[in-house]
């Protein structure tokens, strides 16, 4: 079965773009079904494309790379992803513990690049950025894992009136999320608090701030999704 | 790409060409920094593909966001055998930007804004710094057709000019604008296959 003339020309003007918006979408639907015609489309484009290699470039009105990062991170957690199997478990915990999970996922996904965008000089010590966005950290917590230690200081977290900031740590062996304590929204807070875990535990878990009644959880669970998130990173030396 | 020869050469496109492939292989193996490369080496020829067709910045950044998701997401798809690294890229920029623009509402004359008038006519492909294969081919076939269909293709290739558009601007109805095009792209691949 060869193409029709009509549907080779619908694909040569798909790959121009000059079909109108009711014909663009009709085609695009058809070619996932239709791999003669989806072919046809992808000739077309080859054949023209030297011509946008050829765009005289111009430069962006910022630097969008940090922003695209952010995207593929968040879209390495969507549930459409399968090579995130651990996140889901971590996903499937915090709905176990009647949280919402879709801010999770966003949350997640920028605590992926907090991990690649911290560099700070503390040898043998892990940081973790917990933030909402990646430009807008809220506090920053350091561990030290010989000693179980952690330290979270704050950066940028606005002050909750009546409210505590509570610090959690989500690992798919620990089930629910374990309460790491309040922490402290104007000053550092200091604890051996991860004493209690083990390493690897301790170095692949997500951390999460939450806003929950002053004094912290009354039932020990998350109250709410969390307001901050991060992961470990090492510390260069 | 440090030639103190200001001359575009072939050579020169196919060496670029070259380390574009080896980011692309490395992007699809998921190396973040080479994706981070790869970006810095192509972005601003990207956003000239998407700012040419949507004029808003807005919608510009957002268009050459999703971009580089998707090359990020398909660099493994790429195949040099087909096109260059940066046609591949700019195609899929391109495609974005028109999936906008077709949802929207069709780009007009009117809505361009005051000083930006990068028009096709203006936009020239044989100002290129550097000419692959293909684009001395492609720019030989568009010199078979006549000047207002080879205007109309390049308008629509690098403005995302719809038929309605390309119509206004030619003073010609839509059908006629359709037979054009027909002619035109089916003349151009008769000569590139030749």
Request: charged share 25%; with cysteine; proline share 8%.
């Amino acid at each position: 079965m060869t193409l029709s003339p009509d549907d080779d020309f619908a694909a040569a003007e798909f790959a121009l773009g000059t079909l109108e918006p009711g014909e663009r979408a009709a085609l695009a639907a058809r070619r996932r079904r239709e791999p003669e015609l989806d072919a046809a489309i992808r000739a077309w484009e080859a054949r023209l494309s030297p011509l946008a290699e050829a765009t005289p470039p111009i430069p962006p009105p910022a630097d969008f790379l940090p922003a695209i990062e952010a995207r593929i991170r968040a879209a390495a957690a969507s549930p459409a992803s399968n090579d995130v199997a651990a996140l889901q478990k971590r996903l499937s915990r915090w709905r176990a513990a009647a949280v919402g999970a879709t801010g999770l996922a966003a949350a997640l996904a920028i605590g992926f690049v907090a991990r690649e965008a911290t560099r700070v000089a503390q040898p043998k010590e892990f940081v973790a950025i917990l933030q909402k966005s990646a430009d807008s950290p809220a506090f920053v917590a350091s561990i030290n894992l010989a000693k179980g230690e952690l330290s979270v200081r704050p950066v940028a977290a606005p002050p909750q009136a009546g409210r505590s900031y509570e610090l959690w740590i989500i690992e798919p062996t620990l089930g629910a999320p374990r309460s790491l304590g309040i922490i402290d929204a104007a000053a550092v807070t200091r604890g051996p608090r991860l004493a209690a875990f083990d390493r690897a535990v301790v170095e692949d878990a997500t951390y999460a701030v939450t806003v929950e009644p002053e004094g912290g959880s009354p039932d020990g669970k998350p109250s709410g999704p969390p307001v901050f998130v991060g992961k470990l990173v090492p510390v260069e030396p | 790409m440090s030639s103190a020869d200001e001359t575009p050469k072939a050579s020169e496109a196919a060496a670029a060409s070259d380390d574009l492939a080896l980011l692309l292989g490395r992007v699809a193996a998921r190396d973040a920094a080479a994706f981070a490369a790869l970006y810095r080496a192509t972005h601003a020829v990207l956003y000239g593909v998407v700012a040419r067709i949507l004029t808003r910045g807005d919608a510009s950044g957002e268009a050459l966001q999703e971009a580089y998701v998707r090359i990020w997401e398909k660099a493994g798809e790429f195949d040099p055998a087909k096109g260059s690294p940066l046609g591949w890229m700019a195609t899929i920029a391109r495609n974005r930007a028109l999936d906008e623009v077709r949802r929207v509402r069709p780009t007009s004359l009117e809505e361009m804004p005051e000083g930006f008038e990068p028009a096709a006519e203006t936009v020239d492909p044989l100002a290129a710094r550097a000419r692959s294969e293909r684009l001395v081919a492609l720019l030989a076939c568009l010199g078979h057709l006549d000047a207002d269909k080879r205007e109309a293709v390049l308008l629509a290739y690098y403005r995302g000019f719809s038929r309605e558009a390309l119509a206004r601007k030619f003073g010609a109805p839509t059908a006629t604008i359709k037979t054009w095009l027909r002619r035109s792209l089916m003349q151009l691949r008769e000569c590139l296959e030749s």
